[in-house]
Structure formats: structure tokens, C-alpha cells
């Protein structure tokens, strides 16, 4: 890896080049070896700027960072140029590939044969799982709940409180107009209200 380093109004300390040094470690992680790296370090007026800038195959990265030392400068920039190689990382990963070549259907057909090594005509077994017409029919267990059904009317509002409270996934209540109501608890923890007619 190639570092370029530029000064202006400043030398650059052995500190300073290892702390760059250690923070491209880093990023080589993240994109490879295959970058060329400028690192620009300048003071002015009592700010002290670093510049990092990154050559990955897809695009320069750039790293800014201006405070009021050096060290401080840098490893806000290294921190900025990680973040964004992390960004460009995950972003050529995710996008999707094209085909280099192109194939008419007999080439494509014939390659696949070669590959398969059915040049010759071979017959292949297959099992074919069927399905029967008619389900079979299990016995039914059937479970009396008592405390699923509110002997009373009530709101809507009593008959939530009353169903989280006796912990039930199906309550049933009338309303004070006696139509009767069912509230169902779905996988997700929401409750559903059934009006029946």
C-alpha cells in the first residue's frame, strides 16, 4: 500500500504517521489492499486540518476532519474515511451482478448437458410425493372454557382489560346493547374484534 503524504505548516511526527498507519490498517481490512492512499496535513490559524483520501477500484473515498490538534484531526478522519468504506463496501456487495455473456438457447442447453454429463440420453428416476384427495379426519378434542365467556355485559374497553387479565387469546362478551362480541388475540399480541349479527 502507497501512502502520499503532504505537509503544510506542519512536520509530521512518527506519532502521527503510525496513528495513519494503524487507522489504513484497518480500512485495508475492510476493502483489500488494492488502494493508493494522499494524506494531507496542514495547519491554519490555529486549525489543524487532515485530509485522507482513498483510492478503492470503484471510487475515491475522502476522509475530512478539522479540530484544533493533529492527533485528534486524524483520528477524526480516519473514523469518517472507515465509515465511509464501510458504506462503499456494502454497497458493491449488494448490488446485483449482470451476466458477462450471453448465451442463445442451444449453446446454453449443450453446456449444460457437458456439464451434467448427459450427452447420451440417460433416464433419470424421479419420486413424486402425492397428496391424497380426501384429508383424513382426526378426532376432535373438545375443552369446556368457562372463564373465556363474560356472564355480564360490558364495554369494550372492561372486555380488553378483562381478557388480558384472565390471560386468553378468545374472549366472548355482550355489549350493553346485547349484540354479542368476540375478541381474538392474534400471533402478533393485537386484539381482534368479531361483531357477530
Known amino acids: 500500500m502507497n501512502v502520499e503524504y503532504t505537509a503544510r505548516k506542519y512536520e509530521i ?7 495513519v498507519e494503524n487507522g489504513l490498517n484497518k480500512i485495508r481490512k475492510i476493502l483489500g489492499d488494492r488502494f493508493e492512499t494522499k494524506v494531507i496535513l ?7 486540518k487532515a485530509e485522507i483520501t482513498i483510492n478503492p477500484p470503484h471510487g475515491p473515498i475522502v476522509g475530512l476532519a478539522q479540530t484544533a490538534d493533529m492527533a485528534s484531526a486524524v483520528s477524526e478522519a ?22 458477462g455473456k450471453k448465451f442463445d438457447g442451444q449453446s446454453l442447453e449443450g453446456n449444460i448437458e457437458a456439464a451434467l454429463g448427459l450427452a447420451e440420453n440417460a433416464t433419470v428416476s424421479v419420486l413424486v410425493h402425492k397428496f391424497p384427495s380426501v384429508a383424513q379426519t ?9 372463564d373465556s365467556v363474560a356472564l355480564r355485559p360490558m364495554t369494550l374497553e372492561e372486555a380488553i382489560k378483562e381478557a388480558h ?24 399480541g393485537k386484539m381482534e374484534l368479531i361483531e357477530a349479527p
Do not use: C, N, Y
Open 165 to 188: 387479565f384472565r390471560d386468553k387469546d378468545v374472549f366472548v362478551f355482550r355489549d350493553p346493547k346485547g349484540r354479542l362480541i368476540v375478541l381474538h388475540r392474534t400471533r402478533d
Open 13 to 19: 511526527t512518527p506519532t502521527i504517521r503510525k496513528e
Open 138 to 146: 382426526t378426532e376432535v378434542h373438545l375443552v369446556h372454557a368457562q
Open 42 to 48: 496542514a495547519v491554519e490559524k490555529r486549525r489543524h
Open 78 to 99: 480516519l473514523d469518517h474515511l472507515q465509515k465511509q468504506a464501510l458504506k462503499h463496501k456494502t454497497k458493491w456487495i449488494s448490488k446485483k451482478r449482470k451476466a
